[in-house]
Nanobody
Framework: QVRLVESGGGLVQDGGSLRISCAAS????????MGWFRQAPGKEREFVAA????????YVSDSVKGRFAISRDNAKNTMYLQMISLKPEDTAVYYC??????????????????WGQGTQVTVNS
C-alpha cells in the first residue's frame, strides 16, 4: 500500500521559517516527479512546487518564488519544502503528491496519482 505522510507543520510567526517533509512508503518514487500543493480555508487546492524524479529540475509558483524551495532525498524516499519569510497568507494545509509513472513535473492536481493527508501550516501576523 502506497502512503505519503507529511510532517513538520505547525505555528510560526510572520517572517518565520519552517521545513515540512513528505515520507513515501509502499513503493519508491526515486524516479517519479513529486509536488506540493496547499489549500486554505474556503479556497481551492493550489499548486506550490514540484520536482522531477532525479531532483535535477524544480518549479515553484510565483506566489512563493524566492521564499520556498523544494528538494528531495531519493535514498530516503523523502521530499521537503523549505519555507522562509512566511506570511499569514501562506496559512493552509500543505499536501504532498506523487506521480505514478513519469519523472516530469506537473503543475496541476490531475497530474498526480498519490496524495498525503496534509499538514497544517499556520502563520500568525
Amino acid at each position: 500500500q502506497v502512503r505519503l505522510v507529511e510532517s513538520g507543520g505547525g505555528l510560526v510567526q510572520d517572517g518565520g521559517s519552517l521545513r515540512i517533509s513528505c515520507a513515501a512508503s509502499g513503493r519508491t518514487f526515486s524516479n517519479k516527479a513529486m509536488g506540493w500543493f496547499r489549500q486554505a480555508p474556503g479556497k481551492e487546492r493550489e499548486f506550490v512546487a514540484a520536482i522531477t524524479g532525479s531532483g535535477g529540475r524544480t518549479y515553484v509558483s510565483d506566489s512563493v518564488k524566492g521564499r520556498f524551495a523544494i528538494s528531495r532525498d531519493n535514498a530516503k524516499n523523502t521530499m521537503y519544502l523549505q519555507m522562509i519569510s512566511l506570511k499569514p497568507e501562506d496559512t493552509a494545509v500543505y499536501y504532498c503528491a506523487a506521480r505514478a509513472t513519469t519523472w516530469d513535473i506537473s503543475l496541476t492536481r490531475d497530474g498526480y496519482d498519490y496524495w498525503g493527508q496534509g499538514t497544517q501550516v499556520t502563520v500568525n501576523s
